[in-house]
């Protein structure tokens, strides 16, 4: 049952629960998943329905399960993704067309995804293309770049005219020509609404027939009680006045579950119907616990009937409103809980007080209005209402004849993000004029609550709408609202410029509602606004004629669990289903960034409810640690800690929340150590190192450097960069009670470190311990080496308890404990000549490691073996060091320091266009490898694939003409500036050997087993394609089921895209030797089928075979600076066009056309997707994504709503993907190429895009020549960099003397 009904009796046992609980542990349904707990990710949304029995109509609408009370859902029916279809019985077509899309990789958000367009079909059968996009707001997906989704959905839009016409290049065209099963959109299943799950019937009685009585749930901790009428509400108010009242939970949820605020009770509004009344008399009167959906329709209905002059306000509120989180957050936050929350940066408030609105408080003794203005919040969460009373009503007054509302924010992700500053602005003119008689301005985010400008009003008040008055009200606002040099949140500067940048917005848009009056200002001022309208992809391939039919090699197959994805029966770690008596392990994590450790309190841990164990290195049988490049590194702490985040000890309970009470239990007391080192540069001055560090020179760089025309020093830091893979670290371990075996299911890439690790901290044989991967919710490198030592600790639980034990972090540890990508500091010093030519180049990296080694002394390496690129520099020489700092330890994550080292020589090619005046990629081609050439450490390749996907890019794009049309754009447009930049990629792909085991069964079905996991990349698929291939089997002969050491022992990790290299070639030797084996039967019966030679096969000659990769010989050897490190390498161009908005930093992708050597492909759908992914990635890594440290090292980013990913809101408006045709690879298996890792680079076309742009707007300012901008291009850092009169009117804040919010990082 998967569409189920809610009744009391249900949800006795589970008042502090949420509804993903319940799913997952009552009603065993792991369909929806859980990737953050906050609403901010969308993985676990299902789909709520209620009947109402006053208008006899049944709602429909998307929730984030993990935040929905299951209090809050008596009478509710709720669907999960199991619900609506499954492979078993009928797909449903939405989750059909996701998988047909390719919209899946590794399949954790694909339940979400599903869930969310299906409520949107549910509620309109043919819905609009920017409602699919809006609708999918609120999902987050870190694998596939969207694009395919979108795709994917685009076919249930009422507008399919354009689709059909453009059918024949998108990616569903290609499953349709006749590549696989299925034949174009005819043969999708049709979307019947008539067929959908009906609402339960005994739910409809149940709303008709019950006798409405408050009910009252008791838990361990907490009673919830839920009145059905206001004076019961208020009554309970009165009683416990320190009750909250939760409505929607999105901010009272957040602080049970993260900030572990206890209410012993708690009194839900959510029944009270008065709470959500609505009237339109003189305004409009919205009841407190309308849901933000719920006020949006009402307002768009009153924007409707009202005239125009009158819906100013209710307009501004739209515009946020249409901002405000994700669908499913509004479709249960309230206006009431918005208000009440006093969130300082609400979007709504600043708009609802500049607007005059006001509110209706109620509490026993009575009612009373009170303006919603600056009187109304009075500190951070604070407002002026009383204990007892509650927000009953918002009453929006309709504006007048002569009054402007606007609202705007920004925010650092245009979607789903939580406003950086905003501001809410009204102004009212004297009639006929354009004298200002009344005017408010208030702002969200510059303060610890909603702020209103009063002095600067003044300024203008009385005064006529000029640029006059402007200039005065600015100088006032500077003065007015600021920000001390640690303000909480940090980006001081740029906070305090949006304040004027924002007033600057509202100034131009009142002068286009006086336009009667007065004149428009003369000069470029603005763009239209982009269309938000996300466009097909192009690409074309082919398989060669005479290609059998059978031979899925070279064909766009869909991934092999894209309906498991789609269907929610996709089983990741976490979805094994309860063992009996399992254990949950918790762990302890350090407060103090470098202390001892003088004495570990467990007394009161172990004393809990549920509490069984709690363990320290003390308690380790076997090896205390762990070394994965040489040097040690412990499991548990020792004695001393050295970050904030690293493990101290572990405590295992007989549930989850046990387990997390009892480990905040645990107390550690601590003795601060001297000499805390965080930053590179304070590594450096103390010398503070992981050993060795790498050098490399080639020609004579003293020289070159005499003799060059220009020189030129600069440097670029790079920030680091969270994996964010949508499944945390999560393990099970189930001791056997035999012989010491112990069975490890792990979300991990290296199964075999998992093995050895468990093996060597119990201290038995690898023999006994076997570890399992089903498949993995995305990993990226992180889930290599913190996995293993995750599993070292969950095994030493199941060891000691002998009981099963799960260990799955939450979102906000795995960001804390996991580490990330390495940030660097590059710094370096350039020669050239002034036609361009890069003859000398020295250039230094520091890579912040964290506190331990990892593999940190290996992303040097890579760092120093990719810093030539695509370039061929004769006389260089760098150095790279690994720095070892008191914050967690950094890991390996796709493209392994490449993406870094990447960077700054990019940017350095990229300073000396800007020096010389030219376009920077004339530079890049003038300095390109032209012929068969040897790299840095005398590797010989040929580049001819490198130019000719350089080539095909540059046409492609019709980047000479678009060039053009970018200073075009920029010469019309003061404050939009657009850019446009072409970025070349060399990358390297190791080899390495693997084995694999395929069996052949009786009845001709084939089990095949190799090394690599499945992770999203599509391993599983392509490598079932090659074996399709070699056997001459249809692919639905083929499974993989798992990867296990005990199928196939010693493998080497998925990773840094060598995956199918080694995995198909070891399964295709398997496959080719089987065959071999088949043929005296084959010749004896030709006509046969496969499963006629199958049966035939001798019972003396063996069904399954063992098959091996041996790999390259590959090497490098750094004394000599020479080796031949890679197999062969692949090689991209990107172009991308950025518009970014200068007053606030917002950028928008234009187009991005990206062309890549992958070889011949063997799935061209998973490579696109690869790419795809990876580009938005890159995306992510250089424009968006930022860790953010306290001073004292604590990591403030721990979660989507502070660490923000590229959403469906990033893709770039065009997005064009095309393989190089004709290449051809010896190195690799049927002439492909790895290509998970490479494009992640050419994200930062997207940077040097912005870069160019930001140029445009400094020669606005007068400003010319080369200038630093740091990776991530944040807006706040586009913004400043652009330098404009509002940036530059910010005094510098007091850095010196006052500590600033956060590390400066690296
Ligand atoms: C992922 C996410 C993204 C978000 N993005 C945005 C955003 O972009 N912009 C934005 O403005 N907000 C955003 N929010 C905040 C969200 O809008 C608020 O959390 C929500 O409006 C609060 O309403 P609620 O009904 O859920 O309140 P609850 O969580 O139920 O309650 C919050 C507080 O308000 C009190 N309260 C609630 N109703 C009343 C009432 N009628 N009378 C008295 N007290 C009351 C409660 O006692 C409690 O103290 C986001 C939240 C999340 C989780
Ligand atoms: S798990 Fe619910 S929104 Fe992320
Ligand atoms: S497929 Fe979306 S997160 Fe992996």
Not at 869 to 887: F, G
Not at 1011 to 1016: A, D, F, H, N, Y
Request: net charge neutral; with cysteine; proline share 5%.
């Amino acid at each position: 049952m998967s569409c189920f009904p809610v009744r009391l009796q249900e949800v006795r046992q589970a008042v502090s629960v949420c509804l993903r609980s319940l799913t997952v542990w009552a009603v065993r349904l792991t369909g929806s998943k859980y990737g953050c707990g906050g609403g901010g990710c969308g993985a676990c949304t299902v789909m709520l329905s209620r009947y109402d029995p006053q208008t006899k109509h049944i709602h429909h609408f998307s929730v984030n399960a993990c935040l929905m009370p299951v209090c809050q859902l008596h009478g509710a029916a709720v669907t999960t993704v199991e619900g609506i279809g499954s492979t078993k019985t009928r797909l449903h077509p939405v989750q059909e067309r996701i998988a047909k899309a390719h919209g899946s990789q590794c399949g954790f958000c694909t339940p979400g995804m599903v869930m969310s367009i299906y409520t949107l079909l549910r509620n309109k059968p043919q819905p609009t293309m920017e409602e699919i996009r809006e609708t999918l707001g609120g999902n987050l997906c870190r694998c596939t770049g969207y694009r395919p989704i979108i795709e994917g959905y685009r076919t249930f839009c009422e507008v399919i005219s354009s689709f059909i016409s453009g059918f024949h290049h998108c990616l569903l065209c290609l499953v349709s020509q006749g590549q696989t099963e299925t034949s174009g959109k005819e043969k999708l299943l049709p979307l019947d609404p008539t067929q959908e799950l009906i609402f339960p019937p005994e739910l409809i009685r149940m709303a008709e027939s019950e006798e409405r009585a408050t009910q009252t749930f008791r838990g361990e901790r907490m009673t919830w009680i839920s009145p059905i009428s206001l004076d019961e509400l208020l009554q309970l108010k009165s009683q416990h006045p320190q009750a909250p009242v939760v409505m929607g939970n999105t901010n009272l949820g957040l602080d049970i579950k993260f900030k572990g605020v206890i209410h012993p009770i708690i009194i839900s509004g959510f029944r009270v119907r008065e709470l959500c009344v609505c009237v339109c008399v003189a305004g409009v009167c919205i009841g407190a616990g309308s849901s933000l959906s719920t006020v949006r329709s009402v307002l768009e209905k009153c924007v409707c009937s009202l005239p125009a002059e009158h819906t100013q306000t209710l307009a501004a509120l739209l515009e946020q409103l249409s901002h405000v989180a994700g669908e499913q957050i509004r479709n249960v936050a309230t206006l009431g809980g918005n208000i009440a929350s006093a969130y300082p940066n609400s979007d709504l408030n600043p708009v609802l007080a500049a607007g005059r609105c006001s509110v209706v408080l109620q509490s026993r003794e009575g009612k009373r209005e009170v303006p919603l203005d600056k009187d109304f919040f009075v500190g951070f969460g604070k407002t002026v209402l009383k204990p007892d009373e509650i927000v009953l009503s918002v009453f929006i007054p309709v504006s007048r004849k002569g009054e402007v509302v606007r609202a705007f924010r920004h925010a650092p992700r245009k979607e789903n993000a939580l406003a950086t500053v905003n501001a809410g602005l009204r102004v009212w003119f004297e009639e006929g004029s354009n004298v200002v008689k009344e005017m408010s301005v208030y702002y969200g985010g510059v303060g610890p609550c909603t702020v209103s400008a009063e002095r600067t009003v003044q300024q203008v008040i009385g005064r006529p709408w000029n640029e006059a008055t402007l200039s005065d009200a600015y100088r006032a606002l500077v003065d007015e609202v600021t920000l001390g040099a640690s303000a909480p949140g940090g980006k001081v500067m740029f906070r305090r410029s949006l304040t004027l940048s924002l007033l600057f917005r509202f100034y131009l848009h009142v002068l286009q509602h006086l336009k009667d009056t007065v004149r428009p200002p003369s000069g470029p001022w603005g763009s239209c606004p982009l269309k938000n309208r996300v466009q097909r992809n192009r690409w074309t391939t082919d398989v060669p004629s005479g290609q059998s039919e059978q031979d899925p090699v070279g064909r766009a197959v869909q991934h092999q669990a894209a309906l498991s994805h789609a269907t929610g029966e996709a089983v990741y770690c976490d979805d094994f289903p309860r063992t009996q008596g399992e254990l949950f392990l918790s762990v302890v994590t350090s407060a103090r960034a470098h202390a001892r450790i003088t004495h570990i309190d467990v007394s009161r841990a172990l004393s809990m409810p549920g509490v069984v164990d709690v363990f320290t290195a003390d308690d380790i049988p076997g090896k205390k640690f762990r070394s994965f490049t040489g040097i040690d590194e412990e499991i548990l702490a020792q004695g001393e800690v050295t970050c904030v985040g690293q493990m101290v000890c572990a405590v295992v309970a007989d549930t989850k929340p046990h387990a997390k009470l009892a480990s905040a239990a645990v107390k550690v007391h601590y003795e601060d150590l001297p000499d805390r080192i965080f930053t590179v540069e304070e590594a450096v001055e103390k010398r503070s190192f992981f050993l060795p560090q790498r050098e490399i020179q080639r020609g004579d760089v003293t020289k070159a450097f005499q003799e060059a025309d220009h020189v030129y020093e600069g440097e670029i830091r790079l920030g680091g960069q969270e994996h964010f893979y949508m499944e945390t670290q999560s393990m099970l371990v189930i001791p056997l009670g035999e012989e010491k075996e112990m069975k490890v299911y792990a979300s991990t890439q290296h199964p075999t470190m998992v093995q050895e690790a468990v093996a060597e901290t119990l201290g038995i044989p690898s023999s006994r311990v076997s570890c399992h991967v089903k498949r993995i919710g995305g990993a990226f490198g992180g889930k290599v080496t913190k996995t293993s030592i995750l599993a070292s600790i969950t095994a030493l639980a199941a060891w000691r308890s002998e009981r099963p034990v799960r260990c799955v972090l939450d979102r906000g540890e795995d960001m804390l404990i996991t580490g990330a990508r390495h940030p660097v500091l590059g710094k370096y010093k350039v020669g050239f000549m002034s036609d361009g030519r890069i003859t000398a180049a020295d250039v230094r990296y520091y890579a912040n490691a964290g506190h331990t080694p990892d593999e940190s002394v290996l992303v040097i390496e890579k760092i120093l073996l990719h810093m030539d690129n695509a370039y061929n520099i004769l006389n260089l020489c760098s150095q790279s060091a690994a720095c070892k700092t008191n914050l967690p330890s950094n890991t390996a994550f796709r493209g392994f320091g490449v993406p870094q080292t990447l960077m700054v020589i990019e940017n350095m090619v990229n300073d000396v266009a800007m020096v010389l005046g030219r376009p920077a990629e004339e530079i890049r081609e003038k300095n390109m490898y032209k012929e068969t050439s040897l790299t840095h450490y005398k590797m010989e390749f040929d580049p001819e694939n490198l130019l000719r996907c350089w080539e095909e890019c540059k046409e492609r794009s019709e980047l000479d003409r678009r060039r053009l049309d970018v200073a075009r754009f920029n010469q019309q447009n003061r404050w939009k500036k657009r850019g446009i930049a072409v970025i070349p990629i060399k990358y390297g792909i190791v080899s390495t050997a693997a084995a694999a085991l395929v069996h052949i069964y009786k009845d001709g079905s084939v089990l095949v087993s190799h090394g690599g996991t499945e992770m999203g990349q599509g391993i599983h698929t392509k490598v079932q394609q090659v074996a399709s291939r070699e056997l001459d089997v249809p692919l639905s002969m083929i499974h993989i089921s798992e990867t296990s050491t005990s199928s196939v022992p010693n493998t080497c990790p998925s990773a840094a895209s060598f995956g199918t290299d080694a995995n198909g070639m070891a399964v295709k030797d398997a496959c080719q030797t089987l065959y071999k084996r088949l043929e005296p039967i084959r010749k004896q019966d030709p006509n046969g089928t496969w499963q006629s030679w199958v049966q035939l096969f001798g019972s003396n000659t063996s069904f399954i075979k063992w098959g091996k990769n041996k790999g390259h010989d590959l090497y490098m050897d750094w004394v000599k600076q020479e080796g031949r490190p890679y197999a062969y390498f692949t090689y991209a161009a990107c172009c991308s066009e950025v518009e970014l908005d200068c007053l606030t930093g917002e950028y928008r992708t234009v187009r991005t056309d990206l062309v890549a050597d992958i070889g011949q492909s063997i799935n061209p759908s998973i490579d696109i997707g690869q790419i795809e992914g990876a580009f938005m990635q890159g995306l992510g890594l250089y424009t968006m994504e930022e860790l953010k440290f306290s001073p004292s090292g604590v990591l403030y980013t721990r979660g989507p709503g502070q660490y923000k990913i590229p959403a469906v809101c990033d893709v770039p408006l065009q997005f064009n993907v095309y393989l190089l045709s004709g290449s051809h690879n010896p190195h690799a298996i049927y002439s492909s190429k790895g290509i998970g890792e490479p494009t992640l680079f050419l994200g930062s076309s997207v940077f040097f895009a912005l870069k160019e742009a930001v140029a445009a707007a400094r020669s606005d300012a007068g400003l010319s020549g080369p200038f630093t901008l740091h990776s991530p291009a944040t807006p706040e850092r586009a913004c400043v960099a652009c330098s404009t009169c509002f940036t530059q009117m910010i005094p510098q804040a007091e850095t010196e003397t006052t500590q600033p919010w956060a590390l400066e990082l690296p």
